[in-house]
């Protein structure tokens, strides 16, 4: 993980570095990504990098932990005030699409989906993403909350998580649309109510 130096830089230039890193990673994996790129982009010597990061692999290893811990933000700011799965799924979407905003406003990259893509591409990224990415203890917050909402309480772990990837999968292409800025905001929540509303209730009652 980074070392102090690291944290007590500007904010700005913590982003810099950050956007850099996401850039090269999510261009080339963590086999061929080149630290020159990296510190080209960021505006940094390469000294600098070496006094924040132990290598490359430290670095990654940081980017990966901050999008984890910002997905699982994301997901644990809906349980509050969700009364079921669709009603959780429904804010959680809307969640992911306001940070994709914002952060497009800031310039910065959100929930990264090119740089997972790009580590899955060879044998050792893969395998350096499946060791470093580890999402055991969400899945057990998740549980744990749904197990507390009447509606799901005779639900066990495995049909809670299946139910909860089919009704993210019927949001994955509205998403990626709104990514790409092929469809509106607004358009992506209606399209994924609709898709919510089938699985919910069948077509018979749309």
Same mark, same amino acid.
Do not use: W
């Given at each position: 993980?980074?070392?102090?130096?690291?944290?007590?830089?500007?904010?700005?230039?913590?982003?810099?570095?950050?956007?850099?890193?996401?850039?090269?990673?999510?261009?080339?994996?963590?086999?061929?990504?080149?630290?020159?790129?990296?510190?080209?982009?960021?505006?940094?010597?390469?000294?600098?990098?070496?006094?924040?990061?132990?290598?490359?692999?430290?670095?990654?290893?940081?980017?990966?932990?901050?999008?984890?811990?910002?997905?699982?933000?994301?997901?644990?700011?809906?349980?509050?005030?969700?009364?079921?799965?669709?009603?959780?799924?429904?804010?959680? /979407?809307?969640?992911?699409?306001?940070?994709?905003?914002?952060?497009?406003?800031?310039?910065?990259?959100?929930?990264?989906?090119?740089?997972?893509?790009?580590?899955?591409?060879?044998?050792?990224?893969?395998? /350096?993403?499946?060791?470093?990415?580890?999402?055991?203890?969400?899945?057990?917050?998740?549980?744990?909350?749904?197990?507390?909402?009447?509606?799901?309480?005779?639900?066990?772990?495995?049909?809670?998580?299946?139910?909860?990837?089919?009704?993210?999968?019927?949001?994955?292409?509205?998403?990626?649309?709104?990514?790409?800025?092929?469809?509106?905001?607004?358009?992506?929540?209606?399209?994924?109510?609709?898709?919510?509303?089938?699985?919910?209730?069948?077509?018979?009652?749309?």
């Amino acid at each position: 993980m980074p070392k102090d130096l690291f944290f007590s830089l500007k904010e700005a230039k913590k982003k810099k570095i950050i956007n850099a890193g996401v850039k090269e990673f999510s261009r080339a994996g963590l086999e061929n990504a080149s630290i020159k790129n990296i510190v080209e982009e960021a505006g940094v010597a390469r000294g600098s990098f070496y006094a924040y990061f132990e290598d490359k692999e430290d670095f990654l290893l940081y980017l990966l932990e901050k999008v984890k811990t910002d997905i699982e933000n994301i997901h644990l700011k809906t349980f509050k005030d969700a009364t079921n799965i669709f009603d959780f799924l429904k804010k959680e /979407f809307i969640e992911r699409l306001n940070y994709v905003e914002k952060c497009n406003n800031e310039d910065c990259k959100p929930l990264p989906m090119k740089l997972f893509h790009t580590l899955s591409k060879t044998k050792s990224d893969r395998e /350096f993403l499946v060791k470093n990415f580890n999402r055991d203890n969400f899945e057990k917050t998740i549980i744990n909350n749904f197990k507390d909402i009447n509606n799901f309480k005779d639900l066990n772990k495995e049909q809670i998580l299946y139910l909860m990837q089919m009704l993210k999968d019927a949001g994955k292409g509205t998403f990626k649309k709104f990514i790409k800025k092929e469809t509106t905001k607004e358009q992506a929540i209606r399209g994924f109510e609709f898709k919510l509303n089938i699985i919910k209730n069948g077509l018979k009652n749309i």
